[in-house]
């Protein structure tokens, strides 16, 4: 059960208080144990490894296994110490995640707020972070049943980071009027539609840093989360407050975009910490592979920015297979200018924002005819 936060020292005081007030009202409704439905697990389990590069596609040897499994986490939840809070992080539980200066470094996040509020807040990016070192160990072995094990519980959080209400502690809406919210959204009103999904394969990446990565992940993932209300709020209007079918017809036709959206990038970002994985084992060769080859013989896109933070300018380079698109985006998701449009070819682009653009958390979106790619910035007074 999520805890109310530690006693503050002086010091940390006036950084904190707002968490500890926010947090404190999570109190007024149970925790539960909710993640994406096993259904929509099922699915990003069965789809991850579309986007497998040839060099390890032949780890689809063991999808049916995967999806099999991939729900092992929530089944074994109950009764795992510790295993509850790495399905989520209350990311906006911290004053931090706002100003774009909240520490990926656990040891230093603990160090402020203590280890148990970080643990009672969730760990999900640093438990991706743990699934991949011991997936690449599992590779450089060649223990490719035990990487199928680890492979379905990747598949499950980075598939629980992809649900916004993973991602807040309104993660049943129970601060804003809209409790029940979490199992309305992601069990009754997606499973139906499970069938209308569809994932084309797409490009993966390499993480340098997986911890990092997820932060990014989970950032993007919360920005659904206010959509996702103000969703809720016109299905009960149009539904008389009832959770019929006109509720949720209402509340699928306002957020499917979101939802595949969503859903598509848990597929991928899965495959790409796979791909990971495999590149930190020393890419040893995968049994049934399509081809033999090292990575160089793949085209990887890139999207690298500094510095960071930053304040008067910030550098952006691309990479990988073009035409390429860079946009800028706000917290809320509204588009702030276009940096890059239709480049032919591989490049660097430099973002000034000038005075009229707000310090805050910033979304660089790459986007060539094969993927997107998103990064997390951070404009400074």
């Given at each position: 059960?999520?805890?109310s936060?530690?006693c503050?020292?002086p010091a940390?005081?006036g950084?904190?208080?707002?968490a500890?007030?926010?947090?404190?009202?999570?109190?007024l409704?149970?925790?539960?144990?909710?993640s994406w439905g096993?259904?929509?697990?099922?699915?990003?389990a069965?789809?991850y490894?579309?986007?497998?590069p040839?060099?390890?596609?032949?780890?689809?040897t063991?999808?049916?296994?995967v999806e099999?499994?991939v729900?092992?986490?929530?089944?074994?939840?109950?009764?795992?110490?510790?295993?509850?809070?790495?399905?989520f992080?209350?990311?906006d539980?911290?004053?931090?995640?706002?100003?774009g200066?909240?520490?990926h470094d656990?040891?230093?996040?603990?160090?402020?707020?203590?280890?148990?509020?970080?643990l009672?807040?969730g760990?999900?990016?640093?438990a991706?972070?743990?699934?991949?070192?011991?997936l690449?160990q599992q590779f450089?072995?060649?223990n490719?049943?035990g990487?199928?094990t680890?492979?379905?519980?990747?598949c499950?959080y980075v598939?629980?980071?992809?649900?916004p209400?993973h991602c807040?502690q309104n993660?049943?809406?129970?601060?804003t009027?809209?409790t029940g919210?979490?199992s309305?959204?992601?069990?009754?009103?997606?499973?139906p539609?499970?069938a209308e999904l569809?994932?084309?394969?797409a490009?993966?990446?390499f993480?340098p840093?997986?911890?990092?990565a997820m932060f990014?992940?989970v950032?993007?993932?919360?920005?659904?989360?206010?959509?996702?209300?103000s969703?809720?709020n016109?299905a009960?209007?149009?539904?008389g407050?009832?959770f019929?079918?006109?509720?949720?017809n209402?509340?699928w036709?306002s957020?499917?975009?979101m939802?595949r959206?969503?859903?598509?990038?848990?597929?991928l970002?899965t495959a790409?910490?796979?791909?990971?994985a495999?590149?930190?084992?020393?890419?040893?060769?995968?049994?049934g592979s399509s081809v033999?080859?090292g990575?160089?013989?793949?085209?990887i896109?890139?999207?690298?920015?500094w510095p960071?933070?930053?304040?008067?300018?910030l550098n952006?380079?691309?990479?990988?297979?073009?035409?390429?698109?860079?946009?800028v985006f706000?917290?809320?998701?509204?588009?702030?200018t276009?940096l890059v449009?239709q480049a032919?070819?591989?490049g660097?682009?430099?973002w000034?924002?000038g005075?009229?653009?707000e310090?805050g958390i910033?979304f660089?979106?790459?986007?060539?005819?094969e993927?997107?790619?998103?990064?997390?910035v951070?404009l400074?007074?």
């Amino acid at each position: 059960m999520r805890k109310s936060p530690p006693c503050p020292t002086p010091a940390s005081l006036g950084a904190i208080l707002p968490a500890i007030a926010l947090a404190a009202l999570t109190l007024l409704t149970p925790s539960l144990a909710w993640s994406w439905g096993s259904q929509t697990h099922q699915y990003i389990a069965r789809n991850y490894s579309k986007h497998l590069p040839p060099v390890i596609d032949g780890l689809r040897t063991y999808d049916a296994f995967v999806e099999a499994h991939v729900n092992d986490p929530d089944i074994r939840r109950s009764s795992t110490p510790g295993e509850g809070p790495r399905h989520f992080i209350d990311i906006d539980v911290y004053p931090e995640f706002f100003l774009g200066t909240l520490p990926h470094d656990r040891a230093t996040l603990e160090a402020i707020y203590g280890a148990a509020f970080v643990l009672d807040t969730g760990i999900v990016p640093w438990a991706v972070g743990e699934v991949v070192t011991t997936l690449s160990q599992q590779f450089a072995a060649q223990n490719w049943s035990g990487a199928a094990t680890t492979i379905a519980d990747l598949c499950h959080y980075v598939g629980d980071s992809s649900q916004p209400l993973h991602c807040t502690q309104n993660y049943n809406g129970q601060l804003t009027g809209n409790t029940g919210i979490h199992s309305r959204y992601e069990t009754s009103m997606i499973n139906p539609h499970i069938a209308e999904l569809n994932t084309p394969a797409a490009t993966t990446v390499f993480y340098p840093n997986v911890v990092d990565a997820m932060f990014d992940f989970v950032g993007i993932s919360w920005t659904g989360v206010s959509p996702l209300l103000s969703a809720d709020n016109t299905a009960k209007t149009a539904s008389g407050g009832l959770f019929n079918s006109t509720y949720y017809n209402s509340l699928w036709a306002s957020t499917q975009v979101m939802t595949r959206e969503r859903v598509n990038a848990a597929t991928l970002a899965t495959a790409s910490f796979v791909y990971t994985a495999w590149r930190n084992a020393g890419e040893p060769a995968v049994p049934g592979s399509s081809v033999g080859v090292g990575p160089s013989a793949l085209t990887i896109a890139r999207l690298d920015a500094w510095p960071m933070p930053f304040r008067s300018a910030l550098n952006v380079r691309f990479d990988g297979s073009g035409p390429f698109t860079v946009d800028v985006f706000d917290i809320r998701g509204a588009r702030v200018t276009r940096l890059v449009e239709q480049a032919a070819s591989p490049g660097m682009a430099t973002w000034t924002p000038g005075g009229r653009v707000e310090a805050g958390i910033y979304f660089l979106r790459l986007t060539t005819p094969e993927k997107s790619l998103v990064r997390r910035v951070t404009l400074l007074d």
